[in-house]
């Protein structure tokens, strides 16, 4: 399988964010610290937003980097209105991990701001949806955990339509199991 080096910055470190023009938040989980000093390997698991606007370099620079393991974490709803772009190949697996309510039944955070119902979203209102992520959907976050701690599935990538909450959630997640520190596990689930 080829995969494709990340490219460097000045200081030698890869960079994070895989540059893509139709995925705005494809990242390599790889270089963070871990309790004993080491690094999470590069190059092995990865976190995005959506992958349905994937253009057709998009989708090279993805086929060169071998994905071979997707884990979807969007709803059905959300599935529907925005099927992936990343072309099938006999090595690749989807796997679909549901988080959340079918958003076709409930407003969204942001639908609720707008009508007024919600007048305030700081800090605290995320730590409890996150809290609340955590724990609705420990069981799914606990097998998408146990894919990434796997070599046969890297390179792998999980996703949701942002790639913010549910994939930082779950990038928090696959951190904390390598023992990454807290700043780091706090900074997967912010960006």
Same mark, same amino acid.
């Given at each position: 399988m080829n995969r494709a080096a990340a490219p460097m910055t000045p200081e030698g %470190? &890869?960079? &994070? !964010? =895989? +540059? !893509?023009?139709? #995925?705005?938040?494809?990242? %390599? !989980?790889?270089?963070y610290r871990v309790g004993d000093g080491r690094r =999470? &390997?590069?190059?092995? =698991?990865?976190r995005s937003d959506g992958l349905d606007q994937l253009t057709d370099t998009d989708q090279s620079v993805l086929a060169a980097r071998g994905i071979r393991l997707v884990c979807d974490l969007r709803n059905d709803v959300e =599935?529907? #209105? #925005? +099927?992936?772009r990343l +072309? %099938?190949? +006999?090595? !690749?697996?989807r796997l679909r991990f549901p988080i959340g309510g079918d958003t076709g039944k409930s407003a969204t955070i942001l639908e609720r701001i707008l009508a007024g119902e919600i007048r305030a979203f700081g800090t605290e209102a995320m730590s409890d949806l996150y809290v609340a992520v955590l724990e609705v959907a420990a069981v799914t976050l606990a097998e998408v955990v146990l894919l990434a701690a796997q070599s046969a599935n890297h390179p792998m990538v999980f996703h949701s339509t942002a790639g913010k909450d549910r994939t930082g959630v779950a990038a928090a997640r696959c951190c904390w199991v390598c023992s990454a520190s807290a700043t780091t596990t706090s900074s997967t689930t912010t960006s």
């Open positions: %470190d &890869r960079e &994070r !964010l =895989v +540059p !893509l023009m139709g #995925a705005m938040n494809f990242r %390599d !989980l790889g270089g =999470v &390997r590069w190059g092995c =698991v990865y =599935v529907t #209105a #925005a +099927p992936s +072309p %099938d190949h +006999p090595e !690749l697996r």
